[in-house]
């Protein structure tokens, strides 16, 4: 059984096509979706519409929460708060609706999948050390957790202490775990602007990086088209 795992699309529909047309050749009969659908880019209710329609399991990210609430966003920077006032206008209730109903973390087979941490879900913290990673390590009961949020692929392994690792291609060993980034379908931002998500081979236990090129001008394109800030179109270029 392979999963495709998959986050941050922040409605981005080029890139979202992409990972989902690789996901199938790659043989992936399953998926999961760790939030973020929105914000940032074009297309959010194509891409509410995209997630609704694999009937996948899928967590809520923080971007998704601000867009199916009416109240200005707290502790967005403004570019994300433009982005996400923009976003609001496009979704229908339904998308709305469908958005806060999602819930923060989930158990999938012998996997659990949050957006941001297991520590405090709902508060969207960053883990992007050993140190923030430990503080999530607490609170996981299985042996592996995917999460997103930081848009940064990679893992954190604990065995004696913890440490990050590469997910080229991760080895699951049963006596540790493992807290895994899957990186951002749409918006990269380790510096490379490829698209990101991860095949997990429930059989093997092996997890697998997924690096695409997918039609970055008509992602930008639409994004300027639609009056959203110039500086999103640009940094898609720059993986950042
Ligand atoms: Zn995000």
Redesign the pocket.
């Known amino acids: 059984m392979r999963f495709a795992i998959f986050s941050?699309l922040?409605a981005n529909l080029e890139a979202t096509e992409t990972v989902l047309a690789d996901a199938h050749e790659r043989g992936c009969t399953h998926f999961v979706c760790l939030g973020?659908v929105v914000?940032y880019n074009a297309n959010p209710h194509e891409c509410v519409e995209i997630v609704q329609k694999l009937e996948c399991p899928v967590v809520k990210?923080?971007?998704d929460e601000q867009a199916s609430i009416e109240e200005s966003s707290r502790g967005f920077n403004p570019l994300a708060e433009m982005a996400i006032n923009w976003t609001r206008a496009q979704l229908t209730k339904e998308d709305k609706e469908w958005l806060r109903d999602l819930r923060m973390t989930r158990q999938v087979r012998d996997f659990t999948i949050v957006h941001a941490t297991l520590d405090t879900p709902d508060q969207w913290g960053y883990v992007f050390n050993d140190l923030d990673a430990a503080a999530s390590f607490t609170y996981q009961h299985t042996t592996v957790c995917f999460f997103?949020?930081t848009?940064v692929p990679g893992a954190f392994v604990r065995d004696d202490g913890v440490r990050r690792v590469k997910t080229d291609q991760l080895m699951i060993e049963e006596t540790k775990k493992y807290f895994i980034n899957v990186g951002?379908v749409g918006?990269p931002r380790d510096g490379d602007w490829r698209a990101a998500y991860c095949i997990y081979d429930v059989d093997k236990k092996v997890v697998e990086q997924r690096r695409l090129k997918y039609d970055l001008a008509t992602a930008q394109q639409k994004i300027i088209k639609a009056g959203l800030p110039r500086l999103l179109a640009d940094r898609l270029k720059l993986g950042r």
């Open positions: 941050d922040h973020d914000g990210g923080n971007h997103g949020h848009h951002s918006q």
